[in-house]
Structure formats: structure tokens, C-alpha cells
């Protein structure tokens, strides 16, 4: 069993139908019919929503992803339509809440991959492909791919993994027209965002787009490229064979799985509550990954 620790009430606003509640994400219609998506401060870890939340995260994802819809809009057309608060919500929602177009989703988890880690690595040790794409003899951890790769996966309900698919099955599931839209679509964002987070000392190692169709047009749809999505390491500390260090919530990880939390991840019982420190260094990578892919403060 896994899932939310607690799953919170959603919050009532006038005009807003509440729609569903997401690991981080909170969705809702208004009047017009756009979506209104409100990031909250969750974190999960081991498809569990834990107890604590982290503070700031919700606008860091959130203005990180406004700042790479800016950088994309050549390639792919994105979802968001305003970010004004709408009437009657609650002041906390400010800076974290996108209304957005709605869409008509495809319901396939793009992914891009440009190094091998996680769970492409662990079917390339077994079969020497990653979603059945044939890749060379001596990869380890860490090593970059000798070109990036699309590597979908379903969608999974919360508390259940994301299950890697080949690419003809995403063509048998949504059509031969749309997997290779969906393929190049999202073979050309990640190459983009790989070329400026370069360029400010940060690999992106890999990375999962959500796209809809506004009537013909595929567009790029959720959050992109935040620590949340993506893997993100300090190209300076970069040392294939090993575990990267990494922009994300690693230390909420490695803290789970210490004796000092004493929780045993294979049981059904769900985490503890994070202490403060693991919760500070944690913001702190999420503003830092902000900083330095924006070039602005956060603060």
C-alpha cells in the first residue's frame, strides 16, 4: 500500500469545481472552463505524498516552469493562459496557481533520456536496451548516451509506478501520427533545455513531458523541467560509474531510508514526518537548481 500519508481536504473557492488532487498538484474548472492548477508545497518520495511539506516548493516549480515555457515557445506551444489568482482564493495560492487551457490529454508520460540512470539503468543491465531500444556494450551509471533517447511510460494512478513501455506500443495506444509527434516533440524540447542548462553548469541526465491536443495542435501541457520532473546534476561533480549528485530530493530519500527515521519502506506502514534539517536542504536545492538555470534570485 502507498499513497498520500493524509490526503488533505481540497480548498473551497467560489467558481472553481475541485477536480482532483495530485501528488503535488491541485486541479480545478472555473466558470470559463480553463483549468486552474495550484502546486502545493507536498513532496513524495517511494510513491508516497509525505507528511511534511517543503516550504517554497510550489513557486519555485511554478516559476521555473513559466521561465522554460518562455525559453520553448519556438518549439512548443504551452497550456498556460494567465497566472492571476482567481477571485476568492486564498492568498497562500499567489505565485503558485496557472490557469490554463484545457486539453485534451495524451495519456503517455514522454520521456527523454540523455544519460543512463534509474530505471533505464537497471533494464539496461538486465537486457542492454532501455524500452526496448538497443544501446551499446560498457554503459554504467551516469554515462551519457551517444544520442538522446524516448523512452515513454504509462501513467499511473497515485502510489503506483509509472510502468516503461516500448514506442510501438505507444503507437498501438494512441495512433502511428501522434507517437511520432509525441517522439519529436519531445526529443526537440529536451535537446533545447540540455543545450541552456549546459551552458549554466547543470546536466539535465533526463526529463517527462505531459502533452494534450488543443484541437489539432499537440501542446506542452503540466510543469516542465523543475527538480520535480527532471534529473538535474552538477555537471562539475559529474563522474559516470557512480550516483550523481543531483538538484532534487535526494536528501529526503536518503534520510527515509537511514536507521536514524526508522522506517522500513517494504512494510505498508507510511513515513515519518521529516526533520527540519533534511526539509531546509532540501528547499535550498530546489532554490539553487531556480538560481542557477534562471541566472536570477530567488529571494
Given at each position: 500500500m502507498s499513497g498520500?500519508?493524509?490526503?488533505?481536504?481540497?480548498?473551497?473557492?467560489?467558481?472553481?469545481?475541485?477536480?482532483?488532487?495530485?501528488?503535488?498538484?491541485?486541479l480545478y474548472r472555473?466558470?470559463?472552463g480553463d483549468l486552474v492548477m495550484v502546486a502545493s508545497d507536498r513532496i513524495s518520495a517511494y510513491d508516497w505524498v509525505l507528511p511534511t511539506e517543503i516550504p517554497d516548493k510550489g513557486r519555485v516549480l511554478t516559476r521555473l516552469s513559466l521561465w522554460w515555457f518562455d525559453q520553448l515557445r519556438d518549439l512548443a506551444p504551452n497550456h498556460v493562459i494567465s497566472e492571476e489568482l482567481p477571485a476568492g482564493a486564498p492568498a497562500d495560492w499567489a505565485g503558485r496557481t496557472l490557469i490554463c487551457k484545457s486539453l485534451k490529454m495524451v495519456p503517455v508520460e514522454c520521456v527523454a533520456r540523455g544519460y543512463l540512470t534509474g530505471s533505464g539503468l537497471v533494464e539496461y543491465e538486465e537486457s542492454r536496451t532501455v524500452c526496448g531500444l538497443a544501446l551499446p556494450e560498457g554503459l554504467v551509471d551516469g554515462s551519457e548516451l551517444p544520442a538522446p533517447i524516448f523512452t515513454p511510460a504509462t501513467k499511473a494512478e497515485v502510489g503506483e509506478h509509472d510502468e516503461n513501455v516500448s514506442y510501438e506500443e505507444v503507437a498501438r495506444q494512441v495512433g502511428a501520427d501522434t507517437a511520432a509527434q509525441l517522439?519529436?516533440?519531445t526529443l526537440a524540447v529536451y535537446s533545447r533545455a540540455r543545450d541552456i542548462a549546459r551552458e549554466r553548469g547543470i546536466i539535465l541526465a533526463d526529463t517527462k513531458f505531459e502533452f494534450g491536443f488543443d484541437g489539432d495542435t499537440l501542446v506542452l501541457a503540466d510543469e516542465v523541467l523543475t527538480p520535480d520532473s527532471s534529473r538535474f546534476w552538477p555537471a562539475d561533480q559529474w563522474q559516470p560509474g557512480r550516483a550523481q549528485p543531483s538538484y532534487d530530493k535526494q536528501f529526503v530519500r536518503d534520510w527515509l531510508t537511514s536507521a536514524e527515521s526508522g522506517w522500513d519502506r517494504r512494510s505498508e506502514l507510511p513515513?515519518?514526518?521529516?526533520?527540519?534539517?533534511?526539509?531546509?536542504?532540501?528547499?535550498?536545492?530546489?532554490v539553487e537548481a531556480y538560481e542557477r538555470l534562471t541566472g536570477t534570485s530567488w529571494s
Open positions: 498520500f500519508v493524509e490526503k488533505p481536504e481540497p480548498i473551497e473557492v467560489p467558481g472553481l469545481v475541485h477536480l482532483h488532487t495530485g501528488k503535488v498538484r491541485d472555473n466558470e470559463a517522439r519529436q516533440a513515513p515519518p514526518a521529516l526533520p527540519q534539517r533534511v526539509v531546509d536542504a532540501t528547499r535550498a536545492k530546489y
